[in-house]
């Protein structure tokens, strides 16, 4: 379904005036109560400034956390449980309340909304980011609102708020967005914790090197939304390395920020638009393993991002799989590069070493393929993520 664009304004600031697609991230603490329930209120009030910004133009892509957080009331806890089980339990009721007040509110404005629930599988794998990714450009094709959440209910690790700030730098780059809006409950970044006298909203920012000395342990709240200011920093690093522009502000000021005024904090685009799956692969995934490099295969890899082959592995840690994210280490014990390996763990130290060449011919055709192809390979530069 094509519409014609309404004229767009000049004015405000054209990172995001001008954008024609958009992420906006909500945390918890902006949409529930103090005892855990959905606001309908506060939910409502953002429904209304997401219309308003499709009534200019603009598609949206909502990534909403809350979903743990709402089924604590209707459960009959007090606090968010510290158990898997127990949090996977509230997942469940509270995802579906969630998504039908969204369902309801978004109605209201003539608008249809589409749940998507995402793990890291879904966009590291190549047939399923491509999945992800052309599920998206139809939902936004037919004029739907996709409200984006992790998929808690069958996490195999532990679940952590804030990680939503994270996947929604991630599904920025996933669907092409032009720019990102991150809301929270404090009203942009400060150069010391808000509550302090004397601090000072840092309207805008070029290059996230220049807040080493800005404190943000102190900053956003710990109750039902814990991610805390770090992780929206953390995803403002990947967005804007990726070449997104990100907001950050307050929920009540979402209407103003989709509108381009000059509220909360902007962070300047610092790199360009890389692989998904290698952004996915840096930032949303955890090595299952480790296979180790020779010095040869550590400047192959880093330095002429070529595929990592049986020739330069020394051995291999863990257990892992075919299939599964590895970190590539050096012999100095140096992390290399992250990417996802074409053997099993138990596969591999008969391979050690050798060429693929020799291996076809000893093993099969089969056997001559990389230990880890160069497109399923990301490059770790400096302190890793996550």
């Known amino acids: 379904m094509t519409q014609d664009r309404p004229q767009r304004r000049s004015q405000g600031r054209p990172e995001v005036v001008e954008a ?14 103090a005892a855990g329930g959905i606001d309908p209120d506060r939910l409502a009030a953002l429904v209304d400034a997401l219309a308003a910004a499709r009534g200019r133009g603009t598609e949206v892509v909502l990534v909403s956390s809350g979903a743990i957080a709402a089924g604590l009331s209707p459960l009959g806890l007090a606090r968010r449980p510290r158990a898997l089980a127990a949090q996977q339990a509230a997942a ?11 369902t309801a509110e978004f109605a209201r404005h003539g608008l249809v909304t589409g749940q998507v629930l995402l793990t890291q599988d879904d966009v590291t794998r190549r047939s399923h980011y491509r999945n992800a990714s052309q599920t998206f450009d139809r939902l936004l094709e037919l004029g739907v609102v996709p409200v984006v959440n992790e998929n808690d ?31 929270s409950d404090v009203d942009g970044l400060y150069d010391d914790a808000p509550d302090r006298p004397g601090a000072q909203r840092i309207p805008e920012v070029h290059d996230l090197a220049e807040l080493a000395d800005v404190d943000v342990s102190r ?14 920093l953390d ?14 502000t307050d929920a009540p000021s979402a209407g103003r920020a989709l509108a381009g005024e000059p509220v ?5 685009t610092t790199g360009r638009r890389r692989s998904t799956r290698q952004l996915w692969l840096a930032h949303a995934t955890e090595g299952k393993g480790v296979v180790r490099l020779d010095a040869g295969a550590v400047r192959a890899v880093a330095e002429r991002h070529a595929s990592l082959l049986p020739a330069g592995v020394t051995g291999v840690e863990g257990d892992f799989w075919s299939g599964d994210p590895v970190d590539l280490v050096g012999p100095d014990g140096q ?11 138990a596969e591999i130290p008969d391979l050690a070493g050798r060429s693929t060449m020799a291996l076809a011919q000893e093993r099969g055709a089969a056997y001559e393929r990389e230990i880890v ?4 390979l990301v490059v770790l530069e400096g302190p890793t993520p996550p």
């Open 20 to 33: 024609r697609r958009v992420v906006v991230k909500v945390g918890s603490s902006s949409l529930t109560t």
């Open 92 to 102: 469940s009721v509270g995802q579906g309340l969630l998504v039908h007040r969204y």
């Open 153 to 183: 209910t069958v996490a195999t690790s532990e679940i952590r708020f804030g990680d939503n700030d994270r996947l929604a730098a991630l599904v920025a780059h996933l669907v092409r967005a032009d720019a990102l809006v991150l809301l």
């Open 219 to 232: 900053a956003g709240t710990a109750g039902v939304g814990t991610g805390g200011m770090r992780t929206k």
């Open 235 to 248: 995803a403002a690093r990947i967005a804007t390395g990726a070449g997104i522009p990100v907001v950050l």
């Open 264 to 268: 909360g904090t902007l962070f300047h």
């Open 335 to 345: 992390l290399v590069a992250r990417g996802l390996v074409n053997y099993d763990a």
């Open 373 to 376: 192809h160069r497109d399923a």
